[in-house]
């Protein structure tokens, strides 16, 4: 069966800090892969997807960045983290556009 | 323009009773998918049901059933029976026939069951 692990589970970070957050599937090859945060009381906002290796699609501009060194291995970066990228990281994982997620347990990320 | 719309920041409903969540959508591409999911407190994201857009009949799974009405574009959430652990978050989302899998998430409800 599929599984997907999303970790570490909360962070900590001071502001100007570099940011490394880890996303693996596992039982399935090629998926597609997201990821999204969601700000305290909001709804989720997509920040990068993949469809393949090498592949990632922005969808806002921010400080972030994206990459998928392996098929089933996405990680979020950031050089310098910002106050407002505090919030709670969400990786997904869906085995074609055709199929909803499935959500990892997701990071609670506080910048101070 | 917002592509998945939830109007009930939170709704109260008794332990027993049923509930509806409602969710309203927007697209003009006739392929697309309707999606719930509850988020409890500890963040986890649990897929709860899902309405293509071609489905003739709503969609039931065990206690949540979808009130899908196309032509008012929108897609509710029933939950039948409420218990207790229902408290939750949840989150209307839609994908879009030509958006690459991307899920479309409405701001969400907060719904409290009360014994």
């Known amino acids: 069966s599929q599984t997907i692990h999303q970790w570490p589970a909360t962070l900590v970070q001071p502001v100007g800090s570099p940011l490394s957050l880890e996303c693996t599937v596992e039982?399935?090859?090629?998926?597609?892969l997201y990821w999204y945060r969601q700000a305290a009381g909001r709804g989720l906002q997509l920040l990068f997807y993949?469809?393949?290796?090498?592949?990632i699609s922005s969808e806002v501009p921010q400080n972030l960045s994206a990459s998928r060194p392996q098929d089933r291995q996405f990680i979020l970066s950031s050089k310098k983290l910002l106050l407002s990228d505090s919030g709670f990281y969400l990786c997904?994982?869906?085995?074609?556009?055709?199929?909803?997620?499935?959500f990892g347990s997701g990071t609670r990320l506080t910048v101070v | 323009a917002q592509k998945i719309t939830q109007t009930q920041p939170g709704m109260f409903v008794q332990e027993k009773e049923a509930v509806t969540l409602d969710c309203t959508y927007d697209?003009?591409?006739?392929?697309?998918?309707l999606f719930w999911y509850k988020q409890p407190s500890s963040g986890e994201m649990i897929f709860l049901i899902y309405?293509?857009?071609?489905?003739?009949q709503n969609a039931t799974e065990g206690r949540y059933s979808l009130n899908f009405q196309k032509a008012r574009k929108s897609a509710n959430l029933v939950i039948s029976a409420s218990q207790l652990g229902d408290s939750a978050m949840y989150f209307c989302?839609?994908?879009?026939?030509?958006?690459?899998?991307?899920?479309?998430f409405g701001r969400g409800t907060q719904l409290t069951v009360w014994p």
């Open positions: 997904a994982w869906s085995p074609s556009p055709n199929y909803g997620y499935t």
């Open positions: 039982g399935t090859s090629n998926p597609n």
């Open positions: 993949s469809v393949g290796i090498g592949q």
């Open positions: 697209t003009s591409d006739p392929s697309y998918g």
């Open positions: 309405q293509g857009s071609y489905d003739q």
């Open positions: 989302a839609m994908r879009e026939g030509r958006a690459l899998g991307r899920l479309y």
